[in-house]
């Protein structure tokens, strides 16, 4: 069952973020739905990695209310395949940039085995406990070859502080373990580069100012605004780090390497 300061911090918010664009201006559309998942310079590099071009079909697994996507189509010219369970949140997407979204999860994502031509997955993996089955749901749907980039959050020693709900950071290895069993080459990965410009800043915290005069009573954000306060301390105190990724999926001529539990 999902957590409800889960639906608070990635559906609550996403409706209110997408009222708060259509009153304030569609170009704060893509800084405010890249909050808390990617910077320009980070969206940059992976899809540079990934090597993105025009017309290829890019699914965005866990896509939110579809920034990083729209960035993707704006700036590269992907075919942007969304995939988002939350309800508000997949609405968001389809009221601010039109986009075609999959009602799913990563562990049963409905498209054709090999049917696409780059991933990416941005923030979406901390928040499952079963990241195995949403990689190999991934590995399935790519074409052999394919790109896949990650923005991962990664855990560094003992956790003093307490995770945000429904939050499961991965140790490097981990991570670079998961990747291997579910047929994936780790290519390459850097720390998140820099800071995102003053003008993409600005735009997402003037949406985030208008979503809390308007919603700062509710329930649903005070649980969403605790979930960020705790990732703060945690980026504070150096136990969580912004990872990029780029990996590819192996050829049918590597099979995927037996679950845990069936070793």
């Known amino acids: 069952m999902t957590a409800v300061a889960m639906v608070a911090e990635f559906d609550d918010v996403a409706g ?25 310079a980070a969206l940059a590099w992976l899809a540079e990695a990934c090597e993105l071009s025009p017309g290829i079909s890019l699914l965005d697994v866990g896509a939110g209310a579809g920034g990083p996507s729209a960035w993707a189509a704006e700036r590269f010219g992907v075919r942007p395949i969304l995939l988002e369970p939350m309800p ?25 085995t090999g049917s696409v031509d780059a991933a990416w997955c941005l923030g979406m993996l901390c928040t499952v406990q079963d990241k195995a ?16 980039g990650l923005l991962v959050l990664l855990a560094h020693g003992p956790q003093t502080h ?17 990747l291997d069993d579910t047929g994936f080459e780790l290519l390459e990965q850097i720390d998140q580069p820099g800071e995102a410009p003053l003008s993409w800043s600005r735009r997402a915290e003037q949406v985030a100012a208008f979503v809390a005069t308007r919603h700062r009573t509710d329930p649903a954000y005070t649980l969403a605004a605790h979930q960020g306060e705790r990732f ?27 679950r845990m539990e069936e070793r």
């Not at 940039?97 to 994502?109: E, N, S, V, Y």
């Not at 945000?164 to 981990?174: I, N």
């Open 232 to 258: 703060t301390h945690l980026f504070a105190s150096g136990q969580i780090a912004v990872r990029l990724i780029h990996a590819i999926s192996r050829s049918a001529g590597h099979p995927l390497k037996p």
């Open 162 to 178: 307490p995770a945000p709900e429904g939050s499961y950071f991965p140790t490097e290895r981990e991570l670079s373990v998961l």
């Open 133 to 148: 089955a949403v990689l190999e749901e991934i590995h399935r749907v790519l074409k052999p070859d394919a790109s896949l």
């Open 88 to 112: 508000a949140a997949g609405r968001a997407a389809a009221r601010l940039f039109g986009l075609p979204i999959l009602a799913a999860d990563g562990r049963r994502i409905p498209l054709r």
């Open 16 to 40: 209110w973020t997408a009222d708060a664009v259509e009153q304030l201006g569609e170009r704060h559309a893509i800084p405010a739905t890249c909050r808390g998942s990617a910077s320009p």
